[in-house]
């Protein structure tokens, strides 16, 4: 059986770290049940950004230790490349085995287009927080995913005259994509729940 320990990004830009012996499922628990941590749970969703296989559960939690002792830099410095700068880590402890093997999916020599054009109705997520979205259909997000792996897809956004740059959010009930509409985007381009918009993206 496989270990891993795990990162994810939460919807308030904010980064969780656990370990698992199922990224799928856990991921699942995360984004829809109440198995979830309560953390993610008033954060979703939330997206896979960064993994690592471990040899056994023993191992995957003290690595999980190791990073929750990362600063955020030094967490997106992993996500981004794999290795913690060595300016940056205060204490060698922290940065041990940080060549340890990244679990990443197996992306097929297909490629797909890189900036699409989507029409779309904003959404609000009805949580402990609100966040508003709109969605992919299932057919466009089934080939970012075959392409892309399964973790975080960074785009660049754009609606109307505003434009910024955020990720895929992967919802797995639904099996499709999600867009965050930032707060100072939706106030620029009066958006509100229902709104229909012409959404250009592009995969960075």
């Known amino acids: 059986m496989s270990h891993y320990t795990y990162i994810l990004e939460c919807a308030d830009d904010t980064l969780y770290v656990g370990s698992t012996n199922d990224l799928e499922k856990r991921l699942h628990q995360h984004n829809n049940l109440k198995q979830g941590a309560h953390y993610t749970k008033i ?48 204490k060698k402890s922290r940065v041990k085995n940080i060549s340890a093997k990244v679990h990443t999916a197996k992306i097929p020599a297909k490629k797909i287009p890189s900036k699409y054009t989507i029409n779309a109705k904003v959404w609000k997520w009805e949580e402990d927080m609100a966040w508003y979205f709109i969605n992919l259909d299932t057919a466009l997000s089934e080939k970012i995913r075959e392409s892309r792996g399964k973790g975080m897809v960074k785009i660049q956004a754009q609606i109307g005259k505003s434009s910024w740059n955020t990720s895929l959010l992967y919802h797995t009930e639904a099996r499709t994509y999600l867009i965050a509409i930032k707060k100072l985007i939706r106030r620029k381009e009066q958006l509100i729940e229902g709104s229909e918009v012409k959404v250009n993206f592009a995969l960075i």
């Open 43 to 90: 954060r979703r969703p939330v997206a896979l950004v960064y993994s690592e296989a471990c040899e056994s559960f023993s191992v995957a939690r003290k690595r999980e230790a190791e990073l929750k002792r990362l600063s955020r830099a030094e967490k997106l410095d992993l996500i981004k490349s794999g290795t913690v700068r060595a300016a940056k880590a205060p």
